[in-house]
């Protein structure tokens, strides 16, 4: 039944559909994330754009787990007649990233947006539904894997909005717990993959996420004590803030490939590597940045 579904989707194909779907799946991508979020933090309200992306981080950590066990193959591999619609995903199916991505991001904006104007919620969810639509078109998921991936964005963000405060848990300490059960499975996948023939690049995720919560944290808190940056500025400072920090944050992501010792012999040291990496790329999010910025620009700060 899931595969015919994929097929069916598949068989409406036509150049047109490949391009727009091919565009919209970019929204439960990494890019719009980090346009999002440093948006969000250095030009809108730090504390919010921490809350954000902590909350994006946590849910596709915890994705990476599921997948991992669950290990579902993707429609493409399945012997069927879909194929995959452009670069063939890597990993396991259930739960979709993409889903999970744009369904977290519907959530977390639409918590704060939604009662701005009448037409953003349903703008908001519309895009997580495109978003999810298009991975099934493109043959990289089963319909069960983006309501998979929808479901665990919504548990993950109801339970830290609605239940955390009701434990009386202040969100620190959620992001403590988070990233301890992170580590957890970090150790689990870390040294028994050979074991569970589950290869490293597949729980890549997980290491990313672990590694920019924790720099994005440190960062935060270090910001909120000792620098104390405002967000408010001329229109046109505000674009020069993000243009220096956006170039910052590129360099450092593509640089960092070439100063840490990757190995094509050593995989799961790659993975690792890249958890260190997005530790220094968020620590410049959330305090070398914010820093950089009020350095530069102090006086036209409101």
């Known amino acids: 039944m899931d595969l015919a579904m994929?097929?069916?989707?598949?068989?409406?194909?036509?150049?047109?559909?490949?391009?727009?779907?091919?565009?919209i799946t970019e929204f439960g991508g990494d890019l719009v994330f980090l346009v999002i979020g440093t948006l969000l933090f250095w030009l809108y309200d730090k504390r919010f754009g921490y809350r954000f992306m902590t909350i994006f981080l946590f849910t596709l950590g915890i994705n990476d787990v599921l997948k991992n066990f669950i290990r579902r193959p993707r429609p493409f591999a399945a012997g069927g007649e879909a194929t995959s619609i452009g670069e063939?995903?890597?990993?396991?199916a259930m739960p979709s990233a993409h889903a999970s991505n744009a369904g977290?991001?519907?959530?977390?904006?639409?918590?704060?947006f939604g009662g701005i104007k009448k037409w953003m919620t349903p703008l908001f969810f519309t895009m997580a539904g495109l978003v999810m639509l298009s991975r099934v078109y493109l043959g990289q998921h089963y319909l069960s894997?983006?309501?998979a991936g929808f479901i665990l964005a919504a548990m993950v963000y109801y339970g830290i909005r609605y239940f955390t405060p009701k434990i009386k848990f202040s969100y620190g300490r959620v992001v403590s717990i988070?990233?301890?059960?992170?580590?957890?499975?970090?150790?689990?996948?870390?040294?028994?993959?050979?074991?569970?023939?589950?290869?490293p690049e597949s729980f890549r995720n997980l290491y990313i996420a672990f590694g920019s919560v924790l720099g994005l944290t440190v960062g935060h808190v270090i910001e909120v004590k000792y620098v104390g940056y405002s967000e408010r500025a001329p229109w046109f400072i505000q674009g020069l803030k993000y243009g220096i920090g956006l170039i910052v944050a590129l360099v450092l992501q593509e640089g960092l490939k070439v100063v840490l010792p990757y190995s094509e012999a050593n995989e799961m040291m790659?993975?690792?590597?890249?958890?260190v990496r997005y530790f220094i790329l968020t620590l410049w999010l959330s305090l070398?940045?914010?820093?950089?910025?009020?350095?530069?620009?102090?006086?036209?700060q409101t």
């Open 145 to 147: 894997d983006v309501i």
């Open 178 to 199: 988070g990233l301890a059960i992170l580590l957890i499975y970090m150790l689990v996948f870390g040294f028994a993959h050979g074991a569970m023939e589950i290869a």
């Open 6 to 23: 994929v097929e069916w989707f598949q068989s409406l194909r036509s150049t047109g559909l490949d391009a727009f779907f091919g565009f």
């Open 288 to 300: 070398g940045a914010l820093a950089t910025f009020k350095g530069l620009f102090k006086k036209y």
């Open 88 to 92: 063939e995903t890597y990993g396991y």
């Open 270 to 275: 790659n993975v690792v590597l890249d958890s």
């Open 104 to 112: 977290v991001t519907a959530f977390v904006l639409n918590e704060r």
